[in-house]
T-cell receptor, first 111, second 113 residues
Framework: QKEVEQDPGPLSVPEGAIVSLNCTYS??????FMWYRQYSRKGPELLMY????GNKEDGRFTAQVDKSSKYISLFIRDSQPSDSATYLC???????????FGKGTRLHILP | SQTIHQWPATLVQPVGSPLSLECTVE??????LYWYRQAAGRGLQLLFY??????ISSEVPQNLSASRPQDRQFILSSKKLLLSDSGFYLC????????????FGSGTRLTVV
């Protein structure tokens, strides 16, 4: 079983729809959870992070962590064509120098 | 503010040729530095990371090597490139305290022909 599992997609949704992106993980020691957005031929950029369980909202983006289920989600409301990108989940253990990434989900928002 | 520079943006090299990719960070001191490779369908693969000058941890055995000659400089090298070394190479840094994620450079797309 891989440490972090993420559906590669592609996921295509119409503009304005709510998008749900998810990852599962196996290491219960993970405490920091992150979402990165990567546009084609660019480096990933940190979109959101959360510590431990709970929700975090930033504009149209909401990150959720359910540690009991080892499941994290990123919701995008009122999706825009500019949201079309690959989204990578990532997580780490407190004090560890390394971050473990999912393989990324390709998202297409259709105008 | 902190910035990370990575160059070149694209590179086409023949099999058997050497490689040197450089990454520098500005606006911070004593960062953790990382080299990743991203290939289609394989996600981000951690190659090397460094927590200080001259300290290199290798994650994947291969014909690549890394060096950190200065606090904010990280170099990825190869003596002889293989076709399988083609990919998108990303440098990243992470602060020591109170920071959560990596900041990535813009990447180098390497094609070995």
């Amino acid at each position: 079983q891989k440490e972090v599992e993420q559906d590669p997609g592609p996921l295509s949704v119409p503009e304005g729809a709510i998008v749900s992106l998810n990852c599962t993980y196996s290491n219960s020691a993970f405490q920091y959870f992150m979402w990165y957005r990567q546009y084609s031929r660019k480096g990933p950029e940190l979109l959101m992070y959360t510590y431990s369980s709970g929700n975090k909202e930033d504009g149209r983006f909401t990150a959720q962590v359910d540690k009991s289920s080892k499941y994290i989600s990123l919701f995008i409301r009122d999706s825009q064509p500019s949201d079309s990108a690959t989204y990578l989940c990532a997580m780490s253990v407190t004090g560890d120098d390394k971050i473990i990434f999912g393989k990324g989900t390709r998202l297409h928002i259709l105008p | 503010s902190q910035t990370i520079h990575q160059w070149p943006a694209t590179l086409v090299q023949p099999v058997g040729s050497p490689l040197s990719l450089e990454c520098t960070v500005e606006g911070t001191s004593n960062p953790n530095l990382y080299w990743y490779r991203q290939a289609a369908g394989r996600g981000l693969q951690l190659l090397f990371y460094s927590v200080g000058i001259g300290q290199i941890s290798s994650e994947v055995p291969q014909n690549l090597s890394a060096s950190r000659p200065q606090d904010r400089q990280f170099i990825l090298s190869s003596k002889k490139l293989l076709l399988s070394d083609s990919g998108f190479y990303l440098c990243a840094w992470r602060g020591r305290f109170g920071s959560y994620g990596y900041t990535f450079g813009s990447g180098t797309r390497l094609t070995v022909v």
